[in-house]
């Protein structure tokens, strides 16, 4: 029984970032072919570069940052 408990935790957590991660494309999409702040999503390209230029500047733990989110989202499972 609680290992079904923390399974089906895990199913919900994947599926919320399942969907996340499809409303962060669609954003993206969306404000490329829009332009300029979207109402519910804000700046999410400038958001995503500064991120980028977060995790660019500072170097070897900007890198293993990279990798750890590389790492977590491979490790998930298609479906």
Known sequence: MPGSV???IK???GQITELGLL???LAI???ILIGGNLAFFDDV????TALIAALGDNGLVGLIAIGIIMW???KR???
């Open 72 to 74: 977590l989202f491979a």
């Open 45 to 48: 390209v400038g958001n995503l």
């Open 29 to 31: 999409v969306l404000q």
């Open 23 to 25: 409303l962060i494309a």
């Open 6 to 8: 923390i399974e089906t």
């Open 11 to 13: 199913k919900w957590i």
């Open 77 to 79: 499972s298609p479906g």
